[in-house]
């Protein structure tokens, strides 16, 4: 059976879309430019050598996840950190997933384990470089990104382990605010050490199959990072 040419179109375009949303996000993410800067529709198209449709489509979405705005007569802008309002209110949706999917990890079985102890490992080695390069001018940029890249992949091996698809795309649906939150705040050693030890927390908890206790852990975890998040974007 063949799809109809314009069914056909259609799946390009939107395969063409997605690609250009992937390319800017991530130059969004690793900060590449400025909070407030000029996002140029036709710029961007000669860049990544595109028409301006998908430029424009993928736009659209991103200004949906809040890393964009959009300025009547103006066109976008890169739409600068959160603030701590905004802060609160994303700590408040993530402590709802967050600690359903934390609960739901234990019926995932030892692969889940398996996958949230690999996890986890790969956060403790990202923990450590911070502290091996942390000095009074902070952390390296790039060390900075692999480990909240690590700290990421912890949490999202919770809801993969939950098999709950919709807590999934909630969660994926709020990971661009995340990522920008976390590489927003360069933290230090203290920092780190102690989400490492609120994750293995967690990941105990999900070992025991204690459902009650990894959620209490989770938002324990949760309310540590949310007093140390608000406590750095006041600075």
Do not use: C
Not at 57 to 67: D, I, K, P, S, W
Not at 110 to 126: P, T
Not at 168 to 192: F, I, N, S
């Amino acid at each position: 059976m063949s799809l109809p040419l314009g069914r056909v179109v259609e799946i390009e375009r939107r395969g063409l879309r997605d690609r250009v949303y992937d390319l800017i996000l991530e130059m969004l993410l690793r900060g590449e430019v400025e909070p407030g800067a000029r996002l140029s529709i036709d710029s961007m198209a000669r860049m990544l050598d595109v028409s301006p449709t998908p430029v424009r489509e993928a736009m659209v979405q991103l200004e949906r996840t809040g890393l964009v705005t959009r300025e009547a007569l103006r066109g976008y802008r890169v739409a600068p950190p959160l603030g701590p309002d905004e802060l609160e209110q994303l700590f408040d949706a993530r402590v709802v997933i967050e600690s359903a999917a934390a609960g739901g990890a234990v019926k995932g079985g030892s692969d889940a384990v398996r996958s949230l102890r690999e996890a986890h490992a790969g956060h403790v080695v990202a923990a450590d470089e911070v502290v091996a390069t942390h000095t009074d001018a902070g952390v390296p940029l790039e060390v900075t990104k692999a480990y909240f890249a690590a700290d990421g992949e912890f949490h999202r091996q919770l809801f993969v382990a939950a098999g709950n698809h919709y807590l999934l795309e909630m969660h994926d649906g709020l990971g661009a605010l995340t990522h920008r939150m976390r590489q927003a705040l360069l933290t230090g050693p203290d920092d780190v050490r102690e989400a490492v030890a609120e994750h293995e927390a967690i990941l105990h908890a999900v070992e025991a199959g204690d459902a009650d206790a990894a959620v209490a852990r989770m938002r324990e975890h949760l309310a540590q990072v949310r007093q140390r998040s608000l406590r750095d974007s006041t600075h």
